[in-house]
């Protein structure tokens, strides 16, 4: 059976990375925590780059969920999302505790990721603020419009400083919803804690790595030399009110029942819903999904039966369990791909 018989309460799934963190994430989900494992990614069947199995969710059974969507993909999501994505799961859940700030760096959009690497995504990434120090900052695309050959030198002269102060900033708290589109340069400050949604890939190009256990001029730039994976770079000028336009705030998506924490640009990448059950029961239709319980305790309803779930659970969701339904003093995050009829974009 490819499909378990009800939605899966996934494992841990930590491994060690090149910056610190992860205490947060061992506290929330009963994994091993820190120092060098600042990421999980959770119902994923996306690899890291350049290994064949690191990343890859193992369902409790012993499958190899890449191999069991691969083996049923209408039954994990349904005849219409198989229509238009095959297989793929269209989607990468992760979370992210940064002990030390993430280095300035961006992933390549679909185009680059066609051309160069044969690729059919990109990654575009939305984050979920789910804690942060007051006044915490993330710096998301160039201030001022870049050339190309001014953003080479100060990756060739290691220059972090110049890197980090042409950055156009905004201040994040708790609950805050962020997308952050393909090409744009980024960083978040230390002691930020998201949950992150991405395109189903894992292209990171290094701009800065000082401090970090990272030679970026080894692996900095997806094995394309940095000629060449600098031209993924967006070196337009970003506002702030460019940025405020992809964020949107914790005091909207207060509140009880099903709220979406995405701007509407990226309904062509992924979704995610915020389901608060506390003030009545929350419903969401059948679906490929990977649900996260951030507080509280209920039940999870499905067309194949119910199950208690609590803080910290992460749940994953097929197709063929049907719509479901929570209940209960609880309250999480359902991330889903996008549409069968998403309109697609420029990326």
Partial sequence: MTVPAQPVALPANQFDHFYRGGDRIGALRGGPGGPQRPEEWIGSATSRFGTVSQGLTVLPDGQ?????VA???????GADHADRYGSSTELLVKLLDLGQRLPVHL???REFARTHLGLSHGKTEAWIVLDAPAGAQVGVGFKEQMSLGQVSSWVMDRNSEALLSALQTKTVQPGDCMLVPAGLPHTVQEGVFVLELQEPSDM???????????????DGHLGLGFDTALQAVDLTAISASDLDALVIPAASVAGSGVMSLMPSA???????DRVDARGGDVGMPA??????????????????????????DAILIAHAHGDWTLSGNVMGVACRPPAADAVPGAR
Avoid: K, M
């Fill in 64 to 68: 190899v969920l890449a191999e069991a």
């Fill in 71 to 77: 083996a049923d993909p209408i039954a994990w999501f």
């Fill in 107 to 109: 992933h390549p959009n």
């Fill in 204 to 218: 990171s190009i290094l701009l800065e790595w000082q401090d970090f256990a990272v030679d970026g001029f080894v």
């Fill in 266 to 272: 990226a309904d062509q990448y992924f979704r995610a």
């Fill in 287 to 312: 679906g490929f999904a990977v649900l996260l319980i951030l507080e509280g305790s209920g039940v999870l309803h499905s067309g194949v039966g119910d199950q208690p779930v609590s803080t910290g």
